[in-house]
């Protein structure tokens, strides 16, 4: 099966959006143009990464009020007034499939992986990937940040790293094998060692600065793995509640990314076993319902016979269910 890559269009999703909110002299509004926004305002919201109308006008009333200190009514007049300027509203099907047109599919390497998940990992879209230990999360993740940089020269990796997972003698390994140079692809790569939750979703947050500030063309971010902090953080069931609303709000920030700036995010999750289960397969991810809903794309990963690995597509908006076996071996990811 030939995969069928489409090649991203430069403008991003929200930016016709954005460029339709022009005052009546054609200049561009800012924030400034808000009503009740002043240059005080303007600086809180922008320190904290409300650079412009769009993230404005996706945020909720609590989180102006905490970045601003505004009333609440305060807070619903400049996210309507937002909107308003950005013209937010109802679309045609016609207009999500010509946005469609836009989604960068990421390979594997392997041609049944690929067909798996519908020609690759597509941006736009949270996908995760959960397994127990050496069932090839990591790897996969590398094997993605090299083919990032080999379909789109140039681009930039962000990996954020919570369980001390990345490995740079790896990448270079990978980027041989493909006739790339390691140094060029390693520079590519920014990696963020994560060390407890609020610091991970920090990081999860920066992506935008690295877009934005920088100016990074950042096509892929990394996340290995989401949950090791929280399980680790958050125990008993007295602190579930808060646990599962902390992951919800990261997991709502890296959707936000992927669908603002056409990126793909990759995500690797534990596992756990239910002991009460005695017929099929125990393994479970971590995360309950709150990853399961927030996720777009499911993968269930196994050891499969002879030292294979297996995928098993659990979740997709589009895609049947299935599965794909292959080897993980030291030029990447090879075919049965």
Known sequence: MKQILMEPNIIQNNSKKIADAKTKEGKEKTLGDLPGVGPVTVEKLEAVGYNDLMSVAVATPGELIDVTGMTEAAAKKVIAAARASLEMGFESGEDVLKKREQVIKLSTGSKAFDALVGGGFESGALTECFGEFGSGKTQIGHILAISAQKQYPGSTVVYIDTENTFRPERI????????????????????????????????????????????????????????????????????????QQKINRHMRDL?????????CVYMTNQVMSKPDMFFGDPTTAIGGHIVGHASTFRIYLRKGKKGSRVAKLIDSPNLPEGEASFYVETSGLKDI
């Open 255 to 263: 959707s936000k990314i992927a669908q603002m700036h056409n990126l």
């Open 172 to 243: 270079q390994q990978l980027a041989k094998s493909v006739g790339l140079d390691p140094a060029e692809v390693l520079r590519n790569i920014k990696v963020a060692k994560a060390f407890n939750t609020d610091h991970q979703m920090l990081f999860g947050e920066k992506v935008e600065d690295l877009i934005k500030k920088q100016g990074l063309d950042v096509k892929l971010v990394i996340v290995d793995s989401l949950t090791a902090h929280f399980r680790a953080e958050y125990i008993g069931r007295g602190t579930l509640a808060e646990r």
